[in-house]
T-cell receptor
Framework: GQNIDQPTEMTATEGAIVQINCTYQ??????LFWYQQHAGEAPTFLSY??LDGLEEKGRFSSFLSRSKGYSYLLLKELQMKDSASYLC??????????WGAGTKLIIKP | GAVVSQHPSRVICKSGTSVKIECRSL??????MFWYRQFPKKSLMLMAT?????????EQGVEKDKFLINHASLTLSTLTVTSAHPEDSSFYIC????????????FGPGTRLTVT
């Protein structure tokens, strides 16, 4: 079966750095997305990785290792508004998005 | 660019009635649209995938006669919840994907359905 694992919940301090991990086992791989979802709202796109390595975009960076079936989202200089759920999703061999359950990130002052 | 609208944002209906939710891609042509359902504190659950002009493909366990999906044009898809019951109360989100090599899905703002 297809499976995406990410921690259920994480807590971090305002101004700090946090890394949210995602591991996957899917039938094929055509890229990995990270989305941010605030409570009661729809997901918004953060990043897309299809090649190995680190993609940096402002305070957010995303890393991919296809051989390890592993990705992480790195958030720097955390702000209170970063409190949200972060969803990892993999594009499988049928070009469908397989979603992780999401990681709820709680930022404390 | 790549804006998806969804209407209504909130709806309350009585048990036994039907509710239609519209999903529109405003500035691109959506060859494929997706309908998701999300329960509180849970991840997205894909209900069905629809391609313009063809029948929707429903995920296992989703009743196609209860959740009617129509994708009549490249910018509009509708989800009709027929004979709604309280257990259908949920957050329904649509997303759209254009043609080309990108697999990114652009999400609508979601519809909060409450069935009383």
């Amino acid at each position: 079966g297809q499976n995406i694992d990410q921690p259920t919940e994480m807590t971090a301090t305002e101004g700090a750095i946090v890394q949210i991990n995602c591991t996957y086992q899917t039938s094929g791989f055509n890229g990995l997305f990270w989305y941010q979802q605030h409570a009661g709202e729809a997901p918004t796109f953060l990043s897309y990785n299809v090649l190995d390595g680190l993609e940096e975009k402002g305070r957010f960076s995303s890393f991919l290792s296809r051989s390890k079936g592993y990705s992480y989202l790195l958030l720097k200089e955390l702000q209170m508004k970063d409190s949200a759920s972060y969803l990892c999703a993999v594009v499988d061999s049928n070009y469908q998005l397989i979603w992780g359950a999401g990681t709820k990130l709680i930022i404390k002052p | 660019g790549a804006v998806v609208s969804q209407h209504p944002s909130r709806v309350i209906c009585k048990s036994g009635t039907s509710v239609k939710i519209e999903c529109r891609s405003l500035d691109f042509q959506a060859t494929t649209m997706f309908w998701y359902r999300q329960f509180p504190k849970k991840s997205l659950m894909l209900m069905a995938t629809s391609n313009e002009g063809s029948k929707a493909t429903y995920e296992q366990g989703v009743e196609k006669d209860k959740f009617l999906i129509n994708h009549a044009s490249l910018t509009l898809s509708t989800l009709t919840v027929t004979s709604a019951h309280p257990e259908d109360s949920s957050f329904y989100i649509c997303s759209a994907r254009g043609g080309g090599s990108t697999y990114e899905q652009y999400f609508g703002p979601g519809t909060r359905l409450t069935v009383t």
